[in-house]
């Protein structure tokens, strides 16, 4: 079974520093990867998502992540914070198999923006 | 990308009641999605909901206590029955839309049961 792993549970970084969340997942093949955000008290924003080709993905807000596979790894970096970005963010796979597997949620990585 | 509304956004309930959650999507799509989060933890997926046909349940989840209507191909709705205080959580529909089982989300629903 699939399964997805967020190390870090709580980071904390100043404003306009730079920002890197891991993520590893388990899964037979490359699956396909997703960042979501979710703002105090919101929904859950997909950031950027991964499904072939270039390793880098661009996504909203500045945000771009790194589909490593001999790493199995899909970290989501920033390289200046905004204030705006304290949330929570979790990383979420699921198998190719076009809509019979399920996206899978790492436990989340909740992110504190200090002045 | 889909574009989607959920009501209420947030209730108060008393143990024993029940709460009809409702979800909109502003294009058809085919698969919609519920799923819990409970407070300060990540997302685990109650159902998958196909127009036309049963929604699928995950293992922990049954339908009595969570009936799920899906009419057409743009609605949904989630029912809570029966709550109790470990049912206060937020209730989030998804759907898939666009590239390879790509889900967005609407702005969910934060219950509080007493």
């Known amino acids: 079974a699939q399964s997805v792993t967020q190390p870090d549970i709580h980071i904390t970084v100043s404003e306009g520093a730079s920002l890197e969340l891991r993520c590893n997942y388990s899964?037979?093949?490359?699956?396909?990867l997703f960042w979501y955000v979710q703002s105090p008290g919101q929904g859950l924003q997909l950031l950027l998502k991964?499904?072939?080709?270039?390793?880098l993905v661009q996504g909203i807000k500045g945000f771009e992540a790194e589909f490593k596979r001999s790493q199995s790894s899909f970290n989501l970096r920033k390289p200046s914070v905004h204030w705006s970005d304290a949330a929570e963010y979790f990383c979420?796979?699921?198998?190719?198999?076009?809509?019979?597997?399920?996206?899978?949620f790492g436990t989340g990585t909740r992110l504190t923006i200090i002045p | 990308s889909a574009v989607i509304s959920q009501k209420p956004s947030r209730d108060i309930c008393q143990r024993g009641t029940s709460l009809t959650i409702q979800c909109q999507v502003d294009?058809?799509?085919?698969?919609m999605f519920w799923y819990r989060q409970q407070p300060g933890q990540s997302l685990t997926l109650i159902a998958t909901?196909?127009?036309?046909?049963?929604?699928?349940?995950e293992s922990g989840f049954v339908i009595d206590k969570f009936p799920i209507s899906r009419p057409n191909l743009t609605f949904s709705t989630l029912t809570v029955s029966n709550m109790s205080p470990e049912d206060s959580s937020i209730y989030l529909c998804?759907?898939?839309?666009?590239?390879?089982?790509?889900?967005?989300f609407g702005p969910g629903t934060r219950l509080t049961v007493l």
């Open positions: 991964y499904f072939s080709g270039d390793t």
């Open positions: 979420a796979v699921v198998g190719p198999n076009f809509g019979n597997e399920k996206l899978t």
């Open positions: 899964y037979g093949a490359t699956p396909y």
């Open positions: 998804s759907v898939e839309s666009g590239m390879a089982d790509t889900q967005y």
């Open positions: 294009s058809q799509v085919t698969m």
């Open positions: 909901a196909n127009q036309g046909s049963e929604a699928t349940y």
